[in-house]
């Protein structure tokens, strides 16, 4: 690769890793896109993604582990178990394109039918999901996602804001599931045959950003009000979701 390709390459995981770091998420769908653009191949942009999620889980989790809701994320841990290697057959035999197309368009409907419902009754703060047995779906859709395109946030946040976590709660909550689905997430590409020498030497160029990205992203999301958390959270899923239906080819 070019010096001018592995710039930008590094420049594609700074912005995914700052906006994991302030808002929990997001990396993977930020950043994927964007390596698509630079025509990287999808199994070198999987694996380099799964290990830079990784080093920013391991970065971050310790500042909100008071924060984290413990039964919650043994149970998202162990249906995330089930899920990956479903995930990983997906990503050999299904259609990428028909997969992020059909999230996308789910996390478009999502967040703005969240953003009109709170604009609409903003009194109605109760837990939209009350009952334990739901975090088992959410955390098995979180391992096949995650083990077939690095996704493996986006269920999270869906149930963490149906929850309605606060910022803290949330922010914890999902910085521990990375942690440990990123743990199982990687070893699956390992295993699978995913890693490849790019991805390797391309990570170790992409260090010195994610550390960069890493400290400025948890400087700026500590000056976030909490009131308007939700509110950019639910924009920034829309957003995302019309990144997954714009062509990369």
């Given at each position: 690769m070019t010096i001018s390709s592995i710039i930008l390459v590094v420049a594609a995981v700074f912005i995914g890793a700052l906006m994991r770091t302030m808002f929990g998420f997001g990396e993977a769908i930020v950043s994927m896109p964007l390596?698509?653009?630079?025509?990287?191949?999808?199994?070198?942009s999987v694996s380099l993604i799964g290990l830079a999620g990784l080093t920013v889980a391991s970065l971050t989790v310790v500042s909100g582990w008071r924060h984290i809701e413990r039964p919650v994320l043994i149970r998202l841990a162990a249906s995330t178990v089930i899920g990956i290697p479903a995930g990983l057959a997906l990503l050999?035999?299904?259609p990428s394109l028909i997969i992020t197309s059909a999230l996308g368009v789910f996390l478009i409907a999502y967040g703005g039918y969240s953003l009109l419902k709170q604009r609409l009754f903003q009194a109605v703060d109760?837990?939209?999901?009350?009952?334990?047995?739901?975090v088992w779906p959410f955390g098995f859709a979180s391992g096949v996602l995650g083990s077939a395109y690095?996704?493996?946030g986006v269920p999270v946040v869906v149930y963490g804001t149906l929850r309605r976590w606060n910022p803290d709660r949330f922010r914890g909550t999902l910085q521990a599931h990375f942690l440990?689905?990123?743990?199982?997430v990687v070893t699956g590409h390992a295993l699978g045959g995913l890693w490849t020498a790019d991805s390797l030497i391309l990570y170790a160029y992409s260090i010195p950003a994610i550390l960069l990205a890493t400290g400025l992203g948890i400087f700026m999301n500590k000056r976030i009000p909490?009131?308007?958390?939700?509110?950019?959270?639910?924009f920034i899923i829309m957003a995302l979701g019309v990144l997954l239906l714009i062509p990369h080819d």
């Open positions: 390596l698509a653009l630079l025509h990287i191949p999808l199994n070198t050999h035999y299904a109760k837990p939209l999901l009350n009952s334990k047995g739901w690095n996704f493996n440990i689905s990123g743990i199982l909490a009131k308007k958390f939700e509110r950019y959270l639910f």
